[in-house]
């Protein structure tokens, strides 16, 4: 997955890419914005299809969120 995030972090820099996956593969790639061992993921938690953002336009990634459900989660559907 790191592999896999290096290759993508030139083409992210100059516009959006979305990634869509399990859960393991996203802890990996909040491990590799983070630039900490993968161990890291034990102590994580993400919801069910929320979005985490990374930005690999600096000259490191920088993790912009985790677990935003936004207004596509269902508990947030509010009712007419």
């Not at 869509?20 to 993400?46: E, F, N």
């Not at 336009?57 to 269902?74: C, F, Q, R």
């Amino acid at each position: 997955v790191a592999a896999a995030c290096s290759e993508l972090a030139a083409e992210a820099a100059a516009g959006e890419v979305v990634v869509v996956s399990h859960v393991s593969p996203i802890k990996a790639a909040i491990s590799w914005a983070l630039d900490v061992g993968i161990g890291i993921a034990w102590r994580m938690y993400l919801v069910d299809a929320a979005v985490c953002r990374i930005d690999t336009s600096g000259p490191t990634p920088v993790l912009l969120a985790v677990n935003d459900a936004g207004p596509l989660h269902a508990g947030s559907i509010q009712p007419a």
